[in-house]
């Protein structure tokens, strides 16, 4: 199963940016999905945004849309989250996940990925 590291989490203002990267350590295209969650102290887990890694289709939470955008570099084994006008309600710890099955991307569901990284914290002060 790949190893998945994520960096690029820090401490921001509100309406700041952060790039957060999600290395894996086998090529991107051996699993079908890949994503971001994100889960707040006494909150549950949530999906943010995935991508499907044959054809690049991309799924967002709909309290990122237009803020958030996922990429990928294949040629880097590595997965991406821009994230722009961060707002405090954004702060939490940031995990990147990817499963083999392709169909689970659209829902965003924690529950549907098996590998996980150790995730990355983000704090956006207002």
């Known amino acids: 199963q790949p190893q998945l590291v994520e960096s690029g989490g820090g401490w921001v203002q509100a309406e700041g940016s952060l790039k957060l990267s999600c290395v894996a350590s086998k090529t991107t295209y051996s699993v079908a999905c890949m994503g971001w969650f994100r889960q707040a102290p006494g909150k549950e887990r949530e999906g943010v945004a995935a991508?499907?890694?044959?054809?690049?289709?991309?799924f967002y939470a709909d309290s990122v849309k237009g803020r958030f955008t996922i990429s990928q570099d294949n040629a880097k084994n590595t997965l991406y989250l821009q994230m722009n006008s961060l707002k405090p309600e954004d702060t939490a710890m940031y995990y990147c996940a990817a499963d083999d099955i392709p169909s689970i991307c659209w829902n965003l569901e924690p529950r549907s990925f098996g590998y996980w990284g150790q995730g990355t914290q983000v704090t956006v002060s207002s």
């Open positions: 991508i499907a890694t044959n054809n690049g289709r991309t």
